[in-house]
């Protein structure tokens, strides 16, 4: 990921060591979020016009209040390879 115009204008916030938020300095918008230590960038599908957005998992779904019965795999936290328990919550 890499970001190609307007890179001066963008802030970071250190939520932890795991996970860096970068938002835009002009509008306050929020742009994405870095995980390094996943190696994976979380970047707002809606600041990306082009992407055709097709969604593949829910994360955290133990916490949902918004029950979704749309047959995509709900991860009761986060995928083992994220560091969650990996267990997948049947809806
Ligand atoms: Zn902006």
Same mark, same amino acid.
């Given at each position: 990921?890499?970001?190609?115009?307007?890179?001066?204008?963008?802030?970071? @916030?250190?939520?932890?060591? #795991?996970?860096?938020?970068?938002?835009?300095?002009?509008?306050?918008? !929020?742009?994405?979020? $870095? !995980?390094?230590?996943?190696?994976?960038?979380?970047? @707002? $599908? $809606?600041?990306?016009?082009?992407?055709?957005?097709?969604?593949?998992? !829910?994360?955290? @779904?133990? #916490?949902?209040?918004? !029950?979704?019965?749309?047959?995509?795999?709900?991860?009761?936290?986060?995928? $083992?390879?994220?560091?969650?328990?990996?267990?997948?919550?049947?809806?």
């Amino acid at each position: 990921m890499k970001i190609t115009k307007g890179k001066e204008h963008v802030g970071e @916030y250190h939520k932890s060591a #795991n996970s860096l938020r970068q938002w835009c300095k002009v509008c306050g918008g !929020h742009l994405l979020t $870095a !995980h390094p230590e996943w190696k994976l960038v979380d970047v @707002y $599908a $809606a600041v990306l016009p082009t992407l055709e957005f097709k969604p593949g998992v !829910h994360v955290n @779904y133990q #916490n949902t209040v918004l !029950h979704l019965h749309d047959g995509l795999p709900k991860q009761k936290d986060l995928p $083992a390879e994220m560091g969650g328990s990996g267990v997948l919550l049947v809806d």
